[in-house]
């Protein structure tokens, strides 16, 4: 779902979040190739006066032990000659400057004639007491790299009789890394064309997954969204493929009873009934699918998502039932006052006539003995549930249900040791409990084989209500599945009365079990209130 308002303020604002990524990529790219970029010339620098003061060194030192070298600095001219012998190496070797000189600094061969003789300008001390070394130091000829080395005489290795300096000028230097330099930077041009190239690829398909939004328009979207989510009357639950939670509302915390932090948990870890568990994990199509979960009833829709045809997924709403279960159960108990009192005008009216015709043949005894006895029947029946029975709506559905179970011919015995004070529980519960435990006792009598009776026992002892219903009929096959939804023996319905017994009793802190057969027995105990003034 786009907002126009949103996209258009996006567009209109700091640009797009892909054009703002891409920016910052630009400009972070930039910075690290610059500082990559320096940091390859000070290494190549670095480099390439190591290699000067490795080649000065090495010169120096062949130089040094050179018979011809040593032989001419005791002579009478030594530069005549060493100053031809050392520029042909000088040159040989691409070094900046070869400086013979005696101890006492005075130079034999330098690249300017007019240096010879002159006094060698630097540091000579380490060279004097038999050490070659290197340095860095300014002279005639500027800063150089430059090793000075002992010529030793010949046959000795302490008696020092010349040295020799042999250097590399920075500027001579500078131009091998001026060389290096074009490699460096074409390097360092060709990563951050690659980069900038990535860095477009990239904003260009995040522009299209974020529809051209900027990063506040987004945020606000995510914002109405989330309020969105958490204000709607449904419960809402976000499954990933993997059946784990990616988000819940508040409305399917409160449906689910959900505790915590539940982001990431599989569904058989919420805690749920398991048709329901079974159901949200295998992510099928679901359409209003009654489920009774915890203390409520829930009608359930499930799509899967599939986007470009795969699975990842499923959305799951939920809406509470539970009081429209409440309010329908109430509703069936008031039909079926309504049919007890169709089936007893029926009757009434069909004894009525007996009586009359009775009359019409002159048999007036007969007709009045007829008369008094069948008033008799129904009045004793009456009588003992009022009597026995103080909560009302029990009692209207006891006789409405021994009414209904006449006329279908199933007879409907109540234990006579039956006595039921105030109980506090609600009427909606005792009329779910007993009205769907009696309607099943009469259709299980139905199936089985004559006589076909449902024997009621109601009693309160030790603070709790006891009831038990018992029929003739061929019993219950699987008694561990029986308060499941979906469970029935009927060829329609959707098997959820017991399943609405079983949570009714749970509601109100009691018990129910089954005695299977044959002739299931059913036994239930539910703690009593205390009555509350009114």
């Known amino acids: 779902m786009r907002i126009p308002a949103l996209t258009a303020r996006g567009r209109r604002g700091r ?48 130089i040094a032990d050179s018979p011809l070298v040593r032989s001419a600095v005791v002579g009478t001219d030594p530069t005549a000659v060493l100053q031809p012998y050392v520029e042909q190496v000088r040159a040989d070797t691409a070094t900046s400057f070869i400086t013979v000189m005696a101890p006492d ?103 299209r997954q974020t529809h051209g939004l900027g990063a506040a328009p987004l945020a606000r979207m995510l914002e109405y969204y989330d309020a969105v989510l958490h204000a709607v009357r449904e419960g ?19 449906l689910l009873e959900l505790d915590g932090d539940v982001t990431g948990r599989h569904v058989t870890e919420l805690g749920l009934s398991p048709e329901l568990a079974t159901t949200l994990s295998q992510q099928r199509l679901a359409v209003d699918e009654v489920h009774v979960s915890g203390s409520r009833v829930l009608v359930v829709s499930q799509a899967p998502a599939t986007p470009k045809g795969g699975s990842v997924g499923a959305v799951v709403t939920l809406r509470d039932h539970t009081d429209l279960q409440a309010l329908t159960g109430e509703l069936d108990s008031v039909r079926a006052f309504a049919e007890s009192l169709r089936s007893q005008a029926h009757e009434a009216a069909n004894r009525l006539h007996t009586t009359v015709s009775l009359v019409e043949l002159g048999r007036t005894e007969e007709a009045v003995e007829f008369a008094t006895s069948e008033l008799a029947v129904a009045q004793r029946l009456t009588d003992r549930v009022v009597e026995a029975v103080e909560e009302p709506v029990l009692a209207a559905l006891l006789l409405g249900k021994a009414a209904t179970a006449h006329e279908r011919g199933v007879a409907l015995e109540i234990d006579p040791a039956t006595a039921v004070g105030t109980t506090g529980i609600p009427g909606g519960d005792l009329v779910t409990i007993v009205g769907n435990l009696l309607d099943n006792a009469i259709d299980a009598a139905l199936a089985g084989d004559a006589p076909r009776e449902v024997q009621l026992s109601l009693w309160q002892a030790e603070g709790r209500l006891e009831l038990r219903v018992e029929d003739t009929g061929p019993g219950v096959a699987d008694p561990e599945q029986v308060f499941a939804r979906g469970w029935t023996t009927k060829s329609t319905g959707q098997g ?33 209130r205390a009555a509350v003034a009114p």
Not at 133 to 140: D, N, S
Not at 501 to 525: H, L, W
């Open 105 to 207: 600094r005075t130079r034999f061969t330098h690249p300017d004639p007019d240096q010879i003789g002159q006094p060698f300008v630097g540091n000579i001390a380490e060279a004097l007491a038999g050490e070659a070394f290197t340095e860095t130091y300014t002279g005639t000829l500027g800063p150089s790299v430059r090793t000075v080395a002992p010529i030793f005489a010949t046959g000795s290795s302490t008696d020092v009789v010349a040295l020799v300096s042999v250097g590399i000028t920075v500027a001579a230097i500078g131009d091998d890394v001026a060389a290096a330099l074009p490699g460096v930077l074409g390097v360092a041009a060709a990563v951050l064309a690659a980069g900038a190239l990535g860095s477009w690829l990239i904003s260009r398909r995040l522009r």
């Open 15 to 62: 640009g797009s979040l892909a054009r703002q990524l891409l920016g910052l990529q630009a400009l972070v790219l930039l910075v690290v190739v610059v500082a990559l970029g320096w940091l390859a010339v000070a290494r190549a620098q670095a480099a390439v006066e190591d290699r000067a003061a490795n080649q000065s060194r090495s010169i120096a030192e062949t």
């Open 496 to 528: 959820l009365g017991l399943a609405l017994v079983a949570q009714a009793v749970k509601r109100n802190g009691g018990t129910v079990s089954v005695r299977p057969g044959p002739g299931a027995e059913f036994s239930v105990s539910l703690p009593v």
């Open 236 to 254: 809402l639950l976000l499954l990933d493929g993997d059946r784990r939670v990616q988000l819940v509302n508040d409305e399917a915390r409160r």
